[in-house]
């Protein structure tokens, strides 16, 4: 059957690295196996939008989850989400199975398994040199805003997805 009735939900750069920060873009074929097994079992993807590249563009800076901690910013997430919150219901609703919701480790807004803090805010100037800035980043086991936010919108409309960063993939889907 062509209609497999099995959907995964992406982020959006697992399909398009061109949106990631510089200089992190890998070359395309770290994610050809996961595609490619989706694909060949007539998985659908849904791709969420990039969060950082809608509101920050592509000549953005790196950023850490704790800059993202604003109204605005959740907003906007927020509105980003619906339309894919809509599909999700509706998709369930109709008997469909959706495998899982794959994120980016360590990424302030996609990471499942952990994202990145730091107390940084300001002009680069304010400190004493980029290893001072550097070293004020921590991995902490907790989701990306992008991810925390998808979670708590689905919560609302009671459901509940499994979520996994990439580096989980081979678990789950083979
Ligand atoms: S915000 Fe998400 S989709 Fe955009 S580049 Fe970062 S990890 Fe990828």
Same mark, same amino acid.
């Given at each position: 059957m062509n209609r497999a009735k099995k959907i995964v939900i992406v982020?959006? !750069? #697992?399909?398009?690295q061109n949106c990631v920060v510089k200089p992190y873009a890998k070359n395309g074929e770290y994610f050809l196996e996961f595609v490619k097994s989706l694909l060949t079992q007539n998985i659908?993807? $849904? &791709?969420?939008p990039c969060p950082e590249m809608t509101l920050l563009g592509l000549k953005r800076w790196g950023h850490v989850k704790d800059q993202f901690e604003y109204p605005?910013?959740?907003?906007?997430?927020?509105?980003?989400?619906?339309? $894919?919150?809509?599909?999700? &219901? +509706? =998709?369930l609703k109709n008997g469909y199975e959706i495998k899982g919701v794959y994120g980016i480790a360590g990424s302030p807004s996609c990471g499942v398994n952990k994202t990145c803090r730091a107390n940084w805010e300001g002009e680069?100037? !304010? =400190?004493e040199n980029l290893d001072d800035i550097l070293n004020r980043v921590k991995l902490v086991k907790e989701k990306g805003i992008f991810m925390e936010i998808f979670e708590k919108l689905l919560e609302e409309r009671n $459901?509940?997805?499994?979520? =996994? /960063? #990439? +580096? /989980?993939?081979?678990e789950q889907i083979d």
């Open positions: 982020s959006h !750069c #697992i399909l398009n659908g993807i $849904i &791709q969420l605005g910013f959740l907003e906007a997430s927020k509105n980003m989400l619906y339309p $894919i919150l809509n599909m999700v &219901q +509706d =998709y680069a100037s !304010c =400190y $459901i509940v997805l499994k979520f =996994y /960063d #990439i +580096d /989980d993939w081979s």
